[in-house]
């Protein structure tokens, strides 16, 4: 393009040398002002068009640079995705293995798989604090409650047991409740989230694993608590 400016100016300052008489029925003055004239719009359009062109490929570079920076967002949030999926895999892994060797089900052993679902639920939900409790559905006394933070929790078990019989998630003020979906003995264990991440509670997956671990708590304190409940 450059060139093209190059030629144009040369051409330009030559005209009185070119024209050097009166061309058809114009003067040779007349004839050198329009050729200037031509020279200088010729010019011109190729300077729009050139900066057009220049506009035109930052825009594409901006817009390649845009894709880029969206892939390379897509491509870290895939990498974190996948990094938490693979730690809830896991965790669950650890707590069904915990679960296995009934021949080393200790109390100490047993708070310590009570811990790794609070502590995985937590993790899985960005919660504040996480509560297991074994509610008697018959008396709506507690059997058992656990907690990651020793701060009070206003949920009584009458509204617990509230929950539908097909139901087995319940949202209560800042809290979102799962149950076990069997019971054993008229028991049944409840997991209850407190101040958690809104979004997380939208991901059908993280509820099913909380399920679980619902689950999961309930078989492990009748179990431990076999004679208790017999």
Aim: aromatic share 10%; hydrophobic share 45%.
């Amino acid at each position: 393009m450059y060139w093209i400016f190059i030629v144009i100016f040369i051409i330009t300052v030559l005209i009185p040398d070119i024209i050097r008489r009166d061309v058809f029925f114009l003067s040779e003055t007349r004839a050198e002002e329009i050729a200037i004239f031509l020279m200088g719009a010729i010019a011109f359009v190729a300077f729009i068009k050139n900066e057009r062109l220049l506009i035109f490929h930052k825009r594409e570079k901006a817009k390649d640079q845009k894709k880029i920076n969206q892939t390379v967002k897509d491509l870290m949030e895939s990498y974190s995705y996948i990094g938490e999926v693979n730690r809830k895999m896991d965790i669950l892994m650890n707590i069904a293995l915990g679960l296995s060797d009934r021949s080393l089900l200790s109390k100490s052993k047993e708070n310590e798989i009570y811990k790794s679902i609070l502590s995985a639920t937590d993790f899985i939900f960005k919660a504040e604090s996480t509560y297991i409790r074994f509610v008697d559905l018959n008396t709506f006394q507690t059997k058992k409650e656990l907690k990651t933070k020793e701060n009070g929790l206003n949920i009584k078990n009458d509204e617990l047991a509230d929950m539908e019989e097909d139901a087995q998630i319940k949202k209560l003020n800042d809290c979102i409740i799962i149950r076990s979906s069997q019971s054993i003995k008229n028991i049944k264990s409840y997991i209850i989230i407190r101040n958690y991440d809104k979004e997380e509670e939208n991901s059908a997956k993280n509820i099913e694993i909380v399920k679980v671990f619902a689950s999961q708590a309930l078989f492990l304190y009748s179990y431990t608590h076999g004679e208790i409940i017999k």
